[in-house]
């Protein structure tokens, strides 16, 4: 079922992006873009030991409501995939990963610079609400895996920053999980950590 909305999810973004341009003078006075980019994820926390980084990606979309000159609201709505590679028994990089399949609701506050050049530095930050759409290790389901207690929500924090210019913004940031992907051993939680860097297309023109 998970893997079906998943599917339904990313093909519903294809048709925004491939729908942009014919409804450009529809969409020009509407706040919406569209975001992508690669992530390096690994597991953080107490139980963290066993993990490694591994490279993901996220795609979606996103809106800008400006609240002032320089201060904006901008919530977004993303597929993320995350997780975390498993250490061999030599402490390398394992072919084994965890991979997890998220729903993300970033809600952020962007403080950017006032118009007037062609490039604007910008920071944001907020929390973020995941909804787990698939959980695997190698093949194998993480609702399978004994002693393994997956959580089917996330909670975290966003921090990053941005430069905008010429319809588009180049960004790099990082979220850190607060809720535990596995809390199994108290005291030994793990969460989910994501840096990303991300290109955001903008669909209007402020």
């Not at 975001?35 to 390096?40: D, L, P």
């Not at 005291?187 to 290109?199: D, K, P, R």
Request: proline fraction near 3%.
């Amino acid at each position: 079922m998970t893997r079906k909305v998943g599917r339904v999810f990313a093909v519903t973004l294809l048709g925004v992006v491939l729908h942009a341009a014919p409804f450009s003078a529809v969409t020009a006075q509407l706040p919406v873009g569209v975001i992508g980019g690669f992530q390096r994820t690994n597991f953080i926390g107490g139980g963290s030991g066993d993990f490694t980084w591994r490279t993901a990606y996220m795609f979606g979309v996103t809106g800008d409501f400006s609240l002032g000159d320089t201060f904006a609201f901008r919530p977004e709505l993303h597929y993320s995939s995350k997780g975390s590679a498993v250490k061999t028994e030599l402490g390398e990089v394992g072919q084994t990963a965890f991979r997890l399949s998220y729903l993300q609701i970033p809600l952020l506050g962007q403080l950017h610079a006032a118009s007037g050049g062609s490039l604007r530095p910008q920071v944001f930050g907020g929390v973020s609400f995941g909804l787990l759409l698939r959980c695997r290790l190698a093949e194998q389901a993480c609702g399978d895996i004994a002693d393994f207690n997956q959580s089917r929500f996330e909670f975290g924090l966003v921090m990053g920053s941005e430069i905008e210019g010429w319809g588009g913004a180049l960004g790099v940031r990082y979220e850190v999980g607060l809720r535990p992907v596995d809390s199994t051993v108290e005291g030994n939680a793990i969460y989910n950590g994501a840096l990303s860097v991300t290109f955001r297309y903008l669909v209007w023109s402020r």
